[in-house]
């Protein structure tokens, strides 16, 4: 089956620090990862959209200097989220999907990002 | 968001009964994913739609694309069914979610 595997589960960084998440994907080839936010009591806003061998897109509101994205193969996928502040805490997210544009999306568990 | 808008917000439900979700699109979508987040913040995936029906168990799932709207109904409600329900509809930057409903069974 489709799995995807997000770590760490939980991180607790100082304000203006940065911390790195990761992203596999096993049991298919994950053509494009999309990360999403999750901030206490909303939905999932959509961080950016990475596809392999495409540039990454970032939403409004999010930039590749705040938010650098890796997608270096089929598997795998980092962001990291630099100098991190309080409004940055919440449920990050990472969605894969497999090859077609059209094919279903599925979610890791998350890391939790607190900052004190 | 404005793309997505799900209802109701809340639900509470007694054991045993029946209810319906739904999800209108303000935007034609393509495809349309239902999840339910568990207590740790996990999305189970529950139902892939390109237009058409689908039936899992107790759960069932529509999605018109033509009058943009899909629904999510839930049979013989049981505890364990408690969580928030998001829908998500596929566009072309990626999935949009709504705001999720909140499901509450008790006995």
């Known amino acids: 089956g489709a799995l995807v595997y997000q770590y760490p589960r939980r991180t607790i960084c100082k304000s203006g620090t940065s911390m790195r998440m990761e992203c596999q994907a096993v049991?298919?080839?994950?053509?494009?990862v999309a990360w999403y936010r999750q901030s206490p009591q909303k939905t999932f806003e959509l961080i950016a959209l990475s596809t392999v061998n495409s540039a990454i897109k970032y939403e409004q509101n999010f930039t590749q200097e705040k938010f650098p994205i890796s997608h270096p193969n089929l598997s795998f996928s980092s962001m990291t989220v630099l100098n991190a502040y309080l409004e940055d805490r919440g449920l990050y997210l990472c969605?894969?999907?497999?090859?077609?544009?059209?094919?279903?999306?599925?979610f890791g568990p998350g890391t939790r990002l607190t900052v004190l | 968001g404005d793309k997505v808008k799900q209802s109701p917000s809340a639900l509470s439900l007694q054991e045993g009964t029946n209810s319906a979700l739904r999800c209108n699109f303000s935007i034609a979508a393509t495809t349309v994913q239902w999840f339910l987040q568990n207590p740790r913040g996990s999305l189970i995936n529950l139902f892939y739609?390109?237009?058409g029906t689908k039936e899992n168990g107790r759960l069932k799932s529509a999605f018109d694309s033509k009058e943009s709207y899909s629904t999510l109904h839930i049979r013989d409600a049981q505890l364990e069914d408690s969580g928030t329900y998001f829908c998500a509809a596929l566009y072309a930057q990626g999935l949009t979610f709504g705001l999720g409903t909140r499901v509450s069974v008790f006995p």
């Open positions: 049991g298919f080839q994950a053509t494009s």
């Open positions: 969605g894969a999907r497999a090859a077609g544009g059209l094919a279903e999306q599925f």
């Open positions: 739609l390109v237009p």
